[in-house]
């Protein structure tokens, strides 16, 4: 199949979460598109604003990132060409400019949508094809692949940059697999030491603000789990459908979206009133 290349082969900026299926997105991009992927800029939430604006080329592909509206109507007023893949709730129903190219789909991670697309105009991806499936099962908390784990535990460890180096061949490397294993013993009895309590058998709330993603891992007979992550915030896990409860919160005033089964919560005050509203919720 012909390869077709993106911007008229002009060079574009990437920018992505900082996460494991914010990485492997850059990667694929850059296996496939080379030096035309000028800068990476990772980041969070926090520093998204400030991303966007730094706009050292004209063209853009975001990855693995939910928009507000205000972000959507920056970026269009900043780029020329934009490519939007997503799979995040919060990026649905969203009003962005038709002329853009917009994958959303709550269905699989970022990195794999990143992968059908890439697949679709043309590009073999099938040496990446391992490093896909794995991260897909951990970032969609299905776990059905020891693999997720091993590459989480060895991105929190090496950080962005040197993941993307230590991966962009699709190749493990055995001292990193190693120290992942290391890294998993480390973990476990890290947060078989955090404080932790259930709520008459229905909803379980640990205090951590280490290894988020992996303390319901830890405890995986519960459906329903709240970490207490920070100064007013929360992670929330369930096996329903969260996006009613992100609605409630929403209306309520209160910040909150994120996966269908996972996702994050920005409160203004007391964090029972919130855990209090997820009881609810869950008990149905």
Same mark, same amino acid.
């Given at each position: 199949?012909?390869?077709?290349?993106?911007?008229?082969?002009?060079?574009?900026?990437?920018?992505?979460?900082?996460?494991?299926?914010?990485?492997?997105?850059?990667?694929?991009?850059? +296996?496939?598109?080379? #030096?035309?992927?000028?800068?990476?800029?990772?980041?969070? $939430?926090?520093?998204?604003?400030?991303?966007?604006?730094?706009?050292?080329?004209?063209?853009?592909?975001?990855?693995?990132?939910?928009?507000?509206?205000?972000?959507?109507?920056?970026?269009?007023?900043?780029?020329?060409?934009?490519?939007?893949?997503?799979?995040?709730?919060?990026?649905?129903?969203?009003? =962005?400019?038709?002329?853009?190219?917009?994958?959303?789909?709550? !269905?699989?991670?970022?990195?794999?949508?990143?992968?059908?697309?890439?697949?679709?105009?043309?590009?073999?991806?099938?040496?990446?094809?391992?490093?896909?499936?794995?991260? &897909?099962?951990?970032?969609?908390? !299905? +776990?059905?692949?020891?693999?997720?784990?091993?590459?989480?535990?060895?991105?929190?460890?090496?950080?962005?940059?040197?993941?993307?180096?230590?991966?962009?061949?699709?190749?493990? #490397?055995?001292?990193?697999?190693?120290?992942?294993?290391?890294?998993?013993?480390?973990?476990?009895?890290?947060?078989?030491?955090?404080?932790?309590?259930?709520?008459?058998?229905?909803? !379980?709330?640990?205090?951590?603000? &280490? =290894?988020?993603? #992996?303390?319901?891992? +830890? $405890?995986?007979? &519960?459906?329903?789990?709240?970490?207490?992550?920070?100064?007013?915030?929360?992670?929330?896990?369930?096996?329903?459908?969260?996006? &009613?409860?992100?609605?409630?919160?929403?209306?309520?005033?209160?910040?909150?979206?994120?996966?269908?089964?996972?996702?994050?919560?920005? $409160?203004?005050? #007391?964090?029972?009133?919130?855990?209090?509203?997820?009881?609810?919720?869950? !008990?149905?």
């Amino acid at each position: 199949m012909k390869q077709s290349q993106i911007f008229n082969s002009e060079k574009c900026i990437s920018i992505s979460h900082w996460d494991l299926d914010g990485v492997f997105s850059p990667i694929l991009l850059k +296996h496939c598109f080379g #030096d035309q992927i000028k800068k990476v800029s990772p980041c969070g $939430y926090g520093k998204l604003d400030a991303v966007i604006k730094n706009n050292a080329c004209k063209n853009l592909i975001i990855t693995d990132l939910s928009l507000t509206q205000k972000q959507i109507d920056d970026v269009d007023e900043l780029y020329q060409e934009v490519i939007w893949i997503d799979h995040h709730l919060t990026s649905k129903g969203l009003d =962005y400019p038709n002329h853009w190219t917009v994958m959303i789909d709550t !269905r699989a991670c970022a990195t794999k949508l990143v992968y059908l697309w890439l697949q679709h105009i043309g590009y073999d991806l099938s040496v990446a094809k391992e490093f896909v499936d794995a991260t &897909e099962s951990y970032d969609m908390w !299905r +776990h059905d692949d020891p693999n997720g784990m091993i590459l989480n535990n060895i991105f929190w460890d090496i950080n962005f940059w040197k993941f993307m180096e230590a991966f962009k061949d699709f190749k493990w #490397d055995p001292i990193l697999m190693e120290r992942a294993k290391e890294i998993e013993v480390e973990k476990h009895k890290a947060i078989s030491e955090m404080e932790t309590y259930v709520i008459e058998d229905i909803l !379980r709330v640990t205090i951590g603000s &280490e =290894y988020i993603s #992996d303390i319901t891992l +830890h $405890y995986p007979e &519960e459906k329903h789990q709240v970490i207490i992550s920070g100064k007013n915030k929360l992670s929330i896990r369930s096996s329903n459908d969260l996006s &009613e409860f992100y609605t409630i919160l929403n209306d309520k005033g209160i910040e909150a979206g994120g996966h269908k089964n996972a996702g994050g919560v920005t $409160y203004p005050g #007391d964090s029972m009133e919130v855990i209090e509203e997820f009881y609810n919720f869950v !008990r149905g």
